[in-house]
């Protein structure tokens, strides 16, 4: 009965690099959201992604940052280029359903580290 | 644009020394107002969901409470195990499923 799982857990890359972090979500969920945390700041929402579909990405930057859920296989984040201000926790939680009376559940996080 | 806030930033409490964290929203229609726990180096671990005002729900040594503007979550004789920071979030029926997080009170539980 496994949770929600991301890899690598932790990541270093060099300025101007590529980042790919995955997340495969708990067995049953099709809802997958993927949440920043800088250093000393709350969670941020990023997007929000059904199988094959991306629902919301607001909490997005603009540019570098692209995120995918294929019909088969882990969902993705992928930064390119990647900047010192990119350094963070990143989380990715699934639910069941999209609505509020189906909790959003955490894995335990990609940390990534630009040097 | 929806917000929270947590107070205080951090907690220290003697081990059996109850008390309550706030959280304090501002949504435009609330649909659930969520309470996680994180241990440092891990993602939030789901505690409580809240969806209407007066609600109350308990476990093991927590309780949490909603009115229309903030939630509180009471710690009634804790121990050291109960050390985290504990996030509140809201979801607002406007924002689609997104969750908007405080930053958290970390609490430290002395022995």
């Known amino acids: 009965n496994a949770g929600v799982m991301q890899n690598p857990r932790h990541l270093v890359r060099r300025r101007g690099q590529e980042a790919r972090l995955r997340c495969s979500p708990m067995k049953g969920h099709s809802h997958v959201y993927w949440y920043r945390q800088l250093p000393e700041e709350g969670l941020k929402f990023m997007v929000y992604l059904q199988k094959e579909n991306i629902i919301d990405e607001s909490g997005m930057p603009k540019e570098r940052f692209s995120a995918e859920f294929p019909k088969e296989g882990p969902s993705i984040l992928r930064i390119q280029q990647v900047v010192r201000g990119d350094s963070a926790a990143y989380f990715c939680a699934s639910s069941l359903l999209a609505n509020s009376y189906n909790e959003q559940f955490f894995g335990p996080g990609t940390r990534l580290t630009v040097l | 644009e929806d917000q929270v806030t947590q107070s205080p930033e951090a907690l220290r409490l003697q081990e059996g020394e109850s008390s309550s964290l706030n959280c304090s929203y501002t949504?435009?229609?609330?649909?659930?107002l969520f309470w996680y726990r994180q241990d440092p180096g891990k993602g939030p671990e789901f505690l409580f969901t809240?969806?209407?005002a007066g609600e109350e729900k308990e476990k093991e040594r927590l309780k949490a409470t909603l009115t229309k503007k903030e939630s509180f979550l009471h710690i009634t004789a804790p121990k050291p195990e109960d050390s985290a920071t504990y996030l509140c979030?809201?979801?607002?029926?406007?924002?689609?499923?997104?969750?908007?997080f405080g930053e958290g009170t970390q609490l430290t539980v002395n022995p």
């Open positions: 809240l969806y209407s």
């Open positions: 979030a809201v979801q607002a029926r406007t924002s689609g499923s997104r969750l908007t």
């Open positions: 949504v435009s229609g609330l649909r659930g």
